[in-house]
């Protein structure tokens, strides 16, 4: 199916693709903001099993996040196409596992083995959906403004599944408190907002029905599979282009960023601000700025390009976090800094799929093939190795700071709090600053490069 020949996207996919992403997002929250407080507040593990549960989990996540793209780029298509079919054929099965990792069963080592192959499994099943949802963009996207009206829908909504986790994440632990008991509280939460993932991505599933291209088999008999890769295309796809390399290393500041943030920021609002409360009005009025973001992405990258409001975006997320640090002890003045700091997020989440965009063109452009499916999945690596660095770096600021699992409030000395301030400000604006030397250096696509690219490409076609 050419370019020109695929169907134009419909009102639906236009006002509502992203819904499946809400809800994954909606799921996945309940990690990035609760995991590591299940762990030591309510699981009761000591800093160093904490540590263990989250490093060796995060680690074979990230270890394996750059396979699901080669996977399904190389084995033979499903009922329902190459990527869509994966819409339906896991997701129902996340629920399951995804609880398990927030419920402790018994004690001592066999409860911290229970809780990190849940980990590990939940990610495994959930990620081949995840890429798949973000390869359609290219499958279903015939022009540039095609693919950059979904990404833009899709960051919208995504960052807007965070305005609703502000309303429903903590009101609903509180009800699953009270029906299986306090520990067990966030495997309660996950399992449902799972089940909303489940029923959103089948609304993707239904949105992009004839968009993807699906070979009965005496069609693949006769005819050459054209989506599919080999071994040697995938290497060439990455290691001949320096750009996508780039990119990806600098892309790890933004979900560094995300994750690290969201999950130390109960520890700030317990222990900084003496007021836990606050936590789901911070949630709220930082994603409602994250979510205008998103929205300003689509205007940002047309009068600056893509790259320019990337490596802008960074540099003053991470100038206003420097300052929230500074200013520390003023709660509702670090609420609106790092609110600012996720509405510089919500721009580099809208505009980074579009610099992958540019890579998948400069790939074809370079060695022949196209590689969509293969280079849309290896965004999970960034993202992937973020998961990582988020038990890590919690796990060591909080050690550094001489953290106590479960200790009373009232207890927070001023090493503690700026301990903590380290990993809900410092380090990820450092990590932004060095992103941002990154994608200035690193990554040299400009927008006339990318149309000359396009050109060259469809010459060749004709």
Not at 65 to 83: D, E, F, H, Q, T
Not at 143 to 168: C, E, G, H, M
Not at 198 to 207: I, N, S
Request: aromatic letters at 14%; one cysteine or more.
């Amino acid at each position: 199916m050419s370019n020109n020949s695929k169907k134009p996207l419909s009102k639906a996919l236009k006002l509502f693709y992203g819904v499946g992403d809400c809800g994954f997002t909606l799921m996945s929250n309940v990690e990035s903001y609760f995991f590591n407080f299940f762990l030591t507040n309510l699981a009761s593990f000591d800093l160093g099993i904490v540590t263990a549960i989250t490093t060796i989990s995060s680690t074979v996540d990230a270890c394996l996040s750059w396979i699901y793209g080669a996977i399904l780029n190389s084995i033979k298509p499903k009922k329902w196409g190459r990527y869509r079919s994966w819409l339906v054929l896991l997701p129902w099965i996340v629920p399951f596992l995804y609880a398990f990792q927030f419920i402790k069963i018994g004690n001592g080592i066999v409860s911290a083995v229970i809780v990190t192959v849940a980990a590990i499994a939940s990610h495994v099943v959930w990620n081949f959906p995840y890429v798949a949802n973000v390869s359609m963009i290219s499958v279903a996207g015939a022009t540039p403004d095609d693919r950059a009206q979904l990404s833009s829908t899709r960051a919208a909504w995504a960052n807007f599944s965070k305005i609703i986790f502000s309303y429903v994440g903590v009101p609903l632990a509180s009800v699953f408190a009270g029906i299986v008991g306090e520990t067990n509280q966030y495997g309660a939460v996950a399992f449902v907002l799972a089940w909303v993932m489940v029923v959103l991505y089948f609304a993707h599933f239904k949105m992009f029905d004839g968009y993807e291209e699906v070979s009965t088999e005496d069609v693949q008999e006769t005819k050459k599979d054209t989506t599919k890769t080999s071994g040697m295309d995938l290497v060439r796809a990455l290691l001949q282009n320096p750009p996508l390399i780039a990119l990806m290393i600098a892309d790890l500041s933004k979900w560094a960023f995300n994750f690290i943030v969201s999950g130390i920021a109960m520890y700030y609002f317990t222990y900084v601000a003496k007021d836990a409360g606050l936590l789901t009005t911070y949630i709220l009025i930082s994603n409602i700025f994250c979510v205008v973001g998103s929205y300003l992405a689509k205007s940002v990258a047309k009068k600056f390009s893509t790259r320019t409001g990337t490596i802008g975006t960074f540099i003053l997320m991470a100038a206003v976090m420097i300052a929230a640090n500074f200013l520390y002890t003023n709660v509702w003045l670090v609420v609106f800094l790092m609110s600012l700091a996720q509405l510089g997020y919500g721009i580099a989440y809208a505009c980074t799929p579009a610099l992958y965009s540019d890579t998948i063109i400069y790939s074809e452009w370079k060695t022949g093939k196209n590689a969509t499916g293969w280079i849309s999945g290896l965004q999970n690596v960034p993202l992937k190795v973020g998961v990582m660095l988020r038990g890590i770096s919690i796990s060591a600021c909080l050690a550094i700071a001489h953290f106590t699992p479960g200790m009373d409030a009232s207890q927070a000395t001023v090493e503690l709090q700026k301990g903590i301030c380290l990993g809900f400000m410092i380090i990820p604006a450092c990590a932004l600053l060095l992103s941002a030397v990154i994608l200035l250096f690193g990554f040299k696509i400009t927008r006339e490069k990318v149309e000359q690219y396009r050109a060259e490409i469809d010459a060749r076609r004709a």
